[in-house]
């Protein structure tokens, strides 16, 4: 008799080929896929024996979920707490862009989060950040700067799969010498067949064809579906996560059976939602409730993403590739919660078992201490001074439920020697403190809209700079809320009637925090209430504020330079 390691029987295993389920017995040796055994084999006398056997009647079996797109960093976790979330949702690969962490501490915080990835259960592969920052130094500072020769090395590190996403879209079009494009006609040259991601909100026409000619082929970001129309009909490789779910989106794709050119990602996902609702799995999930086909939603969520990123070695449950995959109950498959996970044929996850709790993961010290801030006093939120007149007309940043881009607005406020009496303007004072120790600037601006409407925030995970956010409706809670942050060395916190309401400390270059995934998720989870009660109305209140400063999202954003025109791609005045 022939030995293998796994045998599991009777089960309704997902072909990615045919799109179909059918009944099969699959054996698994050394870790990968040896043979499915179907309905119409099973007479066959093959001669193999299992070392362990289970039995997957009344069970489906799906390739483990492949997520090609996403940020660790964006759940406030570190790599090893984050996988096992992940796994725990059917997820066994990743591959992450740590362009915020680089933010802060540069290529270090890059290494750190490869080497915090190899004790996680999963596969975590990482793509170059390419734009960091997102912008340049004359509309945002900070902490890390990678430029051509770092991505270079950073290529050829273990793990690293494809170049992160290009974000400063509106440079690469004017033809502007950036270092993500001379690192662009480097790999025309040296790795033409690389898989390069795109950020390119709004491009269309002439413009989205000189992005795409750039190689630049992956698009995940919100569009009209226009905008997505022509994004398929130049070749470029969709990318759909949770807010790009939508009806006529989806339709577009079964109408075409675009399945081919299309996977299922999260980008960003916040700790407290990943506890409740999930990962990769509440997408897939969301979809098929939406009507997209079961089984091409599964194709969608494994093999294509797979393809994308050349890990021909998973993403199908056949003969040579890795033993990746989750079994679910058949009669509960659409709602993808897996019973057990298995990851190189090894069970890293069952349903009700005890965890067992691992080491955490030790960042360098300088990680911890990453806030280079001057004393926070009253006289620092002062937006304005020395202001002509009894009135003055202000740009203002408009907050939209339902996407995470803005408007600008304006707004007159009235003026008292010299300063803007914004208090009873219906707009919050917006603040920004550059806290790398690079210039000490210090950002001002106004919000309104579906915004906080009393009380104060502050956050140190502010897109992508990472420098110190606070905004509020009078200057004692916002003293208090960004003092808070201080002592805690980094995190995001509410603050109303000179006491802080919710906090969530990231002492990890202030933006991931070391406490278990669900501490994370529990405390996150009071910060997004305490934000809905002091009147923000967001579907996700919590990147919304967090990205407030991101200046490669339309229209009006503030940073430690000042407000960002994101389409003009430049610092315009507060006072008009």
Same mark, same amino acid.
């Given at each position: 008799?022939?030995?293998?390691?796994?045998?599991?029987?009777?089960?309704?295993?997902?072909?990615?080929?045919?799109?179909?389920?059918?009944?099969?017995?699959?054996?698994?040796?050394?870790?990968?896929?040896?043979?499915?055994?179907?309905?119409?084999?099973?007479?066959?006398?093959?001669?193999?024996?299992?070392?362990?056997?289970?039995?997957?009647?009344?069970?489906?079996?799906?390739?483990?979920?492949?997520?090609?797109?996403?940020?660790?960093?964006?759940?406030?976790?570190?790599?090893?707490?984050?996988?096992?979330?992940?796994?725990?949702?059917?997820?066994?690969?990743?591959?992450?862009?740590?362009?915020?962490?680089?933010?802060?501490?540069?290529?270090?915080?890059?290494?750190?989060?490869?080497?915090?990835?190899?004790?996680?259960?999963?596969?975590?592969?990482?793509?170059?950040?390419?734009?960091?920052?997102?912008?340049?130094?004359?509309?945002?500072?900070?902490?890390?700067?990678?430029?051509?020769?770092?991505?270079?090395?950073?290529?050829?590190?273990?793990?690293?799969?494809?170049?992160?996403?290009?974000?400063?879209?509106?440079?690469?079009?004017?033809?502007?010498?950036?270092?993500?494009?001379?690192?662009?006609?480097?790999?025309?040259?040296?790795?033409?067949?690389?898989?390069?991601?795109?950020?390119?909100?709004?491009?269309?026409?002439?413009?989205?064809?000189?992005?795409?000619?750039?190689?630049?082929?992956?698009?995940?970001?919100?569009?009209?579906?226009?905008?997505?129309?022509?994004?398929?009909?130049?070749?470029?490789?969709?990318?759909?996560?949770?807010?790009?779910?939508?009806?006529?989106?989806?339709?577009?794709?079964?109408?075409?059976?675009?399945?081919?050119?299309?996977?299922?990602?999260?980008? #960003? $996902?916040? +700790?407290?939602?990943?506890?409740? /609702?999930?990962? @990769?799995?509440?997408?897939?999930? =969301? &979809?098929?409730?939406?009507?997209?086909?079961?089984?091409?939603?599964?194709?969608?969520?494994?093999?294509?993403?797979?393809?994308?990123?050349?890990?021909?070695?998973?993403?199908?449950?056949?003969?040579?590739?890795?033993?990746?995959?989750?079994?679910?109950?058949?009669?509960?498959?659409?709602?993808?919660?897996?019973?057990?996970?298995?990851?190189?044929?090894?069970?890293?996850?069952?349903?009700?078992?005890?965890?067992?709790?691992? #080491? $955490?993961? +030790?960042?360098?010290?300088?990680? /911890?201490?990453? @806030?280079?801030?001057?004393?926070? =006093? &009253?006289?620092?939120?002062?937006?304005?001074?020395?202001?002509?007149?009894?009135?003055?007309?202000?740009?203002?940043?408009?907050?939209?439920?339902?996407?995470?881009?803005?408007?600008?607005?304006?707004?007159?406020?009235?003026?008292?020697?010299?300063?803007?009496?914004?208090?009873?303007?219906?707009?919050?004072?917006?603040?920004?403190?550059?806290?790398?120790?690079?210039?000490?600037?210090?950002?001002?601006?106004?919000?309104?809209? #579906?915004?906080?409407?009393?009380?104060?925030?502050?956050?140190?995970?502010?897109?992508?700079?990472?420098?110190?956010?606070?905004?509020?409706?009078?200057?004692?809670?916002?003293?208090?809320?960004?003092?808070?942050?201080?002592?805690?060395?980094?995190?995001?916190?509410?603050?109303?009637?000179?006491?802080?309401?919710?906090?969530?400390?990231?002492?990890?270059?202030?933006?991931?925090?070391?406490?278990?995934?669900?501490?994370?998720?529990?405390?996150?989870?009071?910060?997004?209430?305490?934000?809905?009660?002091?009147?923000?109305?967001?579907?996700?209140?919590?990147?919304?504020?967090?990205?407030?400063?991101?200046?490669?999202?339309?229209?009006?954003?503030?940073?430690?330079?000042?407000?960002?025109?994101?389409?003009?791609?430049?610092?315009?005045?507060?006072?008009?």
């Amino acid at each position: 008799m022939e030995k293998v390691d796994l045998l599991v029987k009777n089960a309704e295993v997902y072909n990615s080929y045919l799109k179909l389920f059918e009944v099969a017995d699959v054996y698994v040796l050394k870790g990968r896929i040896y043979y499915v055994c179907r309905e119409t084999q099973k007479a066959e006398q093959h001669g193999l024996e299992a070392e362990r056997v289970l039995d997957g009647s009344g069970y489906r079996m799906l390739p483990g979920f492949v997520d090609i797109h996403m940020h660790i960093e964006s759940s406030m976790m570190t790599p090893v707490s984050f996988g096992e979330r992940a796994a725990e949702c059917g997820v066994t690969t990743l591959v992450s862009e740590p362009h915020e962490i680089a933010n802060v501490v540069g290529v270090s915080g890059i290494h750190e989060m490869i080497n915090g990835a190899k004790d996680a259960p999963i596969d975590i592969y990482y793509g170059i950040p390419s734009s960091v920052p997102s912008t340049n130094s004359s509309l945002e500072t900070t902490g890390g700067v990678i430029g051509f020769e770092e991505m270079k090395h950073l290529m050829d590190e273990d793990g690293v799969v494809c170049v992160g996403e290009v974000m400063n879209y509106r440079q690469i079009i004017r033809g502007d010498e950036l270092e993500i494009t001379k690192y662009l006609d480097y790999l025309r040259e040296e790795d033409p067949q690389a898989v390069i991601e795109g950020h390119c909100p709004s491009l269309t026409g002439l413009d989205l064809a000189k992005f795409l000619y750039r190689g630049i082929d992956g698009d995940h970001t919100e569009h009209t579906l226009a905008e997505l129309r022509d994004r398929f009909a130049n070749g470029m490789f969709v990318e759909i996560q949770e807010k790009m779910l939508r009806q006529d989106v989806l339709d577009y794709i079964m109408e075409n059976r675009l399945y081919e050119h299309v996977s299922f990602v999260t980008d #960003d $996902t916040m +700790a407290d939602e990943l506890m409740e /609702y999930g990962q @990769l799995n509440h997408v897939v999930q =969301t &979809a098929v409730a939406m009507g997209f086909p079961l089984e091409e939603a599964i194709y969608c969520a494994s093999y294509t993403p797979a393809r994308r990123m050349n890990l021909r070695d998973r993403g199908a449950i056949a003969p040579g590739r890795k033993a990746d995959f989750q079994l679910l109950k058949a009669a509960e498959c659409g709602n993808f919660q897996p019973e057990r996970v298995f990851k190189d044929g090894r069970e890293i996850y069952q349903k009700g078992a005890q965890k067992k709790q691992k #080491d $955490t993961y +030790a960042f360098p010290p300088a990680f /911890y201490d990453s @806030l280079h801030l001057p004393e926070l =006093t &009253a006289r620092k939120f002062i937006p304005a001074e020395g202001i002509a007149g009894n009135e003055a007309e202000v740009r203002v940043i408009q907050v939209q439920d339902g996407c995470t881009q803005t408007k600008e607005v304006r707004v007159v406020m009235p003026v008292e020697d010299g300063r803007l009496r914004w208090e009873d303007s219906g707009c919050m004072l917006a603040v920004v403190f550059e806290r790398h120790g690079i210039n000490g600037n210090i950002g001002y601006g106004f919000v309104t809209g #579906d915004c906080i409407s009393r009380g104060a925030a502050a956050t140190t995970y502010y897109h992508d700079h990472h420098n110190l956010f606070v905004i509020g409706s009078n200057v004692d809670d916002m003293l208090v809320a960004a003092r808070r942050l201080t002592e805690l060395k980094g995190g995001i916190c509410t603050a109303e009637d000179g006491g802080i309401a919710a906090e969530l400390s990231l002492p990890v270059a202030g933006i991931l925090s070391e406490e278990p995934a669900d501490e994370i998720g529990r405390m996150l989870g009071k910060v997004r209430k305490s934000l809905i009660s002091l009147g923000y109305r967001h579907y996700n209140p919590i990147m919304s504020l967090c990205t407030l400063g991101l200046p490669v999202s339309p229209a009006l954003k503030l940073t430690d330079c000042g407000l960002v025109d994101v389409v003009k791609g430049k610092i315009v005045p507060l006072v008009l």
